[in-house]
């Protein structure tokens, strides 16, 4: 198996996805499956033959024009739609997944958080489908703790297309409190129907707000997104 991780100008969670799925791959977390993982420069015209490639976090191009905008003509951009195109998987995360909403990969917009303020802090997200493979790993309705840290979090899609989310399962997380309860008071940015993650109709494209890669680790603040990778690479 062969993970990539993208790297833009500006990225700053790169190092973070590359450690996390490398500590998967040496079987760090008690796992077996044998694999590698390698970065992925974003002027490059072409990807490797990969199974799993990783949009990380950051502030690509410096959020210039828009979060995601500029990264979104990346040359390496049009070797990401194929890969996508021929079922192989796209996980974004934070900027990952503004990058994909702006490339037309996801559907949607991610706005500027709704009190206009940076967030980076510890949330809870309700796992609403776990039955995707990139949530395979956990049980429905299952209470996560997992960091954000982002601007521009605030999704929003019109009514036609949040419909065609919830008819198709395409919502993998929602935020909510610590019982699982989805409120706006546990709403930390003014998404849409608290949306904290979705997936694409084919189910082999998804991104999240939040960070699973800052929590595989007890050492550094807990283990909560080490069942995504865990599950996503198993599938």
Known sequence: MKAGVVIFPGSN??????????????GEWGDSIKGEVVPVWHGEAALPKLDL????????YGDYLRSGAMAAHSPIMQAI???????????????????LTEAGLLPGVLMRNEKLSFICRTVQLKVENATSAFTCGYKSGQVLSVPIAHHDGNYFAEPDTLKA??????????????????????????????????MNKAGNVAAMMPHPERVVD????????????????AA
């Open 165 to 198: 989310l919830e008819d198709n399962l395409q919502i993998l997380f929602r935020y909510c409190d610590t019982q699982g309860r989805v409120t706006p008071s546990a709403n930390p940015n003014g998404s849409v129907g608290n949306i904290a993650g979705i």
């Open 53 to 60: 490639l990783l949009v990380p976090g950051g502030f690509s």
């Open 13 to 26: 969670c790169d190092r973070d996805a590359l450690t996390a799925l490398g500590a998967f791959f040496k």
């Open 81 to 99: 739609k194929e890969h996508a195109a021929q079922g192989r998987y796209v996980l974004g995360i934070c900027n990952g997944f503004q990058i």
């Open 218 to 233: 007890a050492l550094t603040g807990g283990t909560d997104g080490r069942a995504l990778f865990q599950g996503l690479l």
